[in-house]
C-alpha cells in the first residue's frame, strides 16, 4: 500500500473515531472554581516515545504515574518495541498507538489499582488539522480522560496565521493563555505560559472526556517547570534509554 493510499484510509478511520470523542468533562474527579482546587484526583499519568537516532523503527516508551497533588512518583513503565508502521504528517498516532496501549496493558497486569485518572500525553489532541491527533486517538482506544501537551505548535492551514514568536510576544508582555482559534472560528487548543519567567509556551489540547478549560488547569496543577511533570518524567526516561542505545551501537 502507497503513503497516499494509507493517508486517506487513516484519513477516513480518523473522520469515524472523531464522532466519539467527547470534549466535556467526563471524570471521576471534580474542580472547584471558588478554591482553585481539584477534589478526587489522586493518580495522573503522562506518556512518552523517543526514538535512537541510531535505528529510527525502535521505540522506547515511558508511561509514568504520578500522585496528585504531591507529583511524586509511584510507578513507571518502560520497554522497547520495534515500529513498522511508516510516520506520515497528521498521523503519529497510527505509527505509536499500539506501543502505548502495550504500555497500558503492562500497567493493568503489574498495578491495576494505579491505573491514572487522567493522561497528558505528548503530543496534540484537538490541535490537528482534523481536530483527531494522538492524544485523542489514544483517549478512544483506551476510553480514558486524555490532554494532549504538545512542545511546539504544529502548522496546518487553518492556523496559518498564528505564529509561534508572536506568540512569545504575547506571554512576553504578561499573558498567561493564548486561545488557538482558526480562521474558521474553531478554537482547537491553548498556548499555556508555563510557571516562572519563560514565555516559551506549552500547547494544551483537549484529548478525549475533558474540556479544554479543565485541561489547562490540569496542566498548571501538573507543572513545575515549562513541561508538566508526568509528561517530563516519561520523557526523562525514554530519552535516557534511546540514548545508551546510541551509545552501544557503532
Not at 484510509?9 to 470534549?23: G, K, P
Not at 477534589?39 to 506518556?47: A, D, K, R
Not at 516508551?61 to 511524586?72: D, G, K, R
Not at 500497567?107 to 488539522?129: C, F, K, S, W, Y
Amino acid at each position: 500500500m502507497t503513503y497516499t493510499d494509507l493517508a486517506h484510509e487513516w484519513t477516513q478511520l480518523q473522520s469515524q473515531l472523531l464522532t466519539q470523542v467527547i470534549e466535556h468533562d467526563d471524570l471521576s474527579f471534580s474542580y472547584d472554581p471558588h478554591t482553585n482546587e481539584f477534589s478526587g484526583l489522586h493518580i495522573v499519568g503522562g506518556v512518552d516515545i523517543s526514538y535512537p537516532r541510531t535505528n529510527p523503527d525502535h521505540a522506547i516508551v515511558a508511561l509514568s504515574i504520578l500522585s496528585f497533588p504531591s507529583l511524586t512518583l509511584l510507578h513507571q513503565t518502560t520497554f522497547q518495541v520495534s515500529i513498522d508502521v511508516p510516520y506520515i504528517a497528521g498521523f503519529l498516532a497510527f505509527r505509536e498507538i499500539h506501543a502505548y496501549k502495550q504500555a497500558f496493558a503492562s500497567l493493568q497486569a503489574e498495578r491495576p489499582d494505579l491505573m491514572p485518572q487522567i493522561l497528558l500525553v505528548d503530543g496534540n489532541g484537538t490541535l490537528h488539522p482534523r481536530r483527531f491527533g494522538s492524544a485523542c486517538h489514544l483517549g478512544i482506544e483506551l476510553n480514558m480522560p486524555t490532554i494532549g501537551v504538545a512542545k511546539s505548535l504544529l502548522h496546518f492551514d487553518d492556523l496559518s496565521h498564528v505564529g509561534a514568536k508572536d506568540l512569545k510576544g504575547v506571554f512576553r508582555e504578561g499573558a498567561r493563555e493564548v486561545e488557538l482559534k482558526g480562521q474558521s472560528g474553531s478554537v482547537y487548543g491553548r498556548a499555556v505560559r508555563p510557571p516562572g519567567l519563560a514565555s516559551n509556551p506549552v500547547f494544551v489540547s483537549t484529548g478525549h472526556r475533558v474540556s479544554l478549560d479543565t485541561a489547562v488547569r490540569v496542566v498548571r496543577a501538573c507543572s513545575k517547570v515549562r513541561v508538566p511533570e508526568p509528561i517530563r518524567v516519561a520523557d526523562q526516561q525514554s530519552r535516557k534509554i534511546a540514548q545508551t542505545i546510541e551509545s552501544i551501537v557503532p
